[in-house]
């Protein structure tokens, strides 16, 4: 696959060296499925696998995102496998605070000693000296909990000193815990649940862009009613262009401080992701688009 000339643009981490292209890849559904384990074991298709990850950064892709609970083990092997020795400009994000129960289940995983460990294996896994970003995992599948994390974050801050770490990041939080994480160690990004329909952090994200952080996020087409969905729809056909494409791409256009991570485990699928970052929204489309998270809003208000 051909380099991308545009990406979404870049943005660069504060307060660090690292700049990426806006648009990146998620390697989550790398991993396997077992039954009802999800993220789960090997793919069946591992030589598919690699050549996704090769494809996106044949692309331009250099900022991936992963956890060694993803498999478990097995997005960090696979990532290991296709690309190391990495490029210069390649950005890995990892993520701790969670391990995978022998039933598929996500436990927390935050005490100071499995904060440790977690960091380990991610180093051991994706065969690297120091990690430049790693998220500290918290709150419940998609909205962050009142929940204590001084232990696991100092935890990450005192890995950082010992340079292990570079940069440090928090995944399902609020603003006040983003405050509160502040007073530990600096944060250089947030990944949230937030896409075209679910707009509670739109608050959230114009701070964070005033403070030059980054915000990555996820399920960028999760939580759509039918409703939602036949509306994107729409547009989309409006555009010749997917609803997939049509999300990345109002993502991408809604603050610049906006990276997206994308997975696939296709590349067909991969290439089509790709080709939103070059997808311009025309303002009645914006407008369109915007109604559909407005209507949610109105709606939980109503509830």
Do not use: C
Not at 229 to 257: D, I
């Amino acid at each position: 696959m051909a380099k991308h000339s545009n990406l979404g643009g870049t943005f660069s981490f504060p307060s660090t060296s690292i700049t990426v292209n806006r648009m990146g890849y998620g390697a989550m559904q790398l991993a396997g499925q077992d039954g009802d384990k999800l993220v789960w074991g090997s793919p069946h298709d591992i030589p598919g696998a690699i050549a996704v990850l090769r494809a996106a950064v044949a692309s331009g892709v250099n900022h991936i995102d992963t956890s060694d609970f993803y498999g478990p083990h097995v997005t960090n092997q696979l990532i290991k496998q296709a690309l190391h020795p990495y490029a210069d400009d390649l950005v890995i994000v990892t993520k701790v605070g969670a391990r995978r129960g022998s039933d598929g289940s996500w436990p927390h995983a935050r005490s100071r000693q499995e904060i440790i460990d977690a960091v380990h294996d991610n180093l051991r896994n994706l065969s690297l000296d120091t990690l430049q970003v790693v998220n500290l995992r918290l709150g419940g599948f998609s909205a962050p909990e009142d929940e204590p994390f001084e232990e696991p974050l100092s935890a990450l801050a005192e890995l950082k000193q010992k340079g292990l770490i570079q940069h440090i990041g928090l995944s399902t939080v609020s603003p006040s815990q983003l405050a509160e994480a502040q007073a530990i160690t600096e944060i250089v990004g947030i990944q949230n649940f937030y896409n075209l329909a679910q707009r509670g952090d739109d608050g959230f994200i114009d701070d964070l862009a005033t403070q030059g952080i980054a915000y990555v996020p996820y399920f960028p087409l999760g939580g759509f009613s039918p409703l939602q969905s036949s509306r994107l729809n729409e547009v989309a056909a409006s555009l010749g262009a997917t609803p997939m494409q049509v999300a990345l791409a109002w993502l991408l256009q809604r603050s610049p401080n906006i990276l997206l991570i994308p997975g696939t485990s296709s590349v067909q699928h991969l290439r089509e992701n790709l080709k939103a970052a070059g997808l311009e929204l025309p303002d009645q489309a914006l407008a369109d688009l915007d109604s559909v998270g407005v209507a949610v809003q109105e709606s939980d208000a109503r509830g």
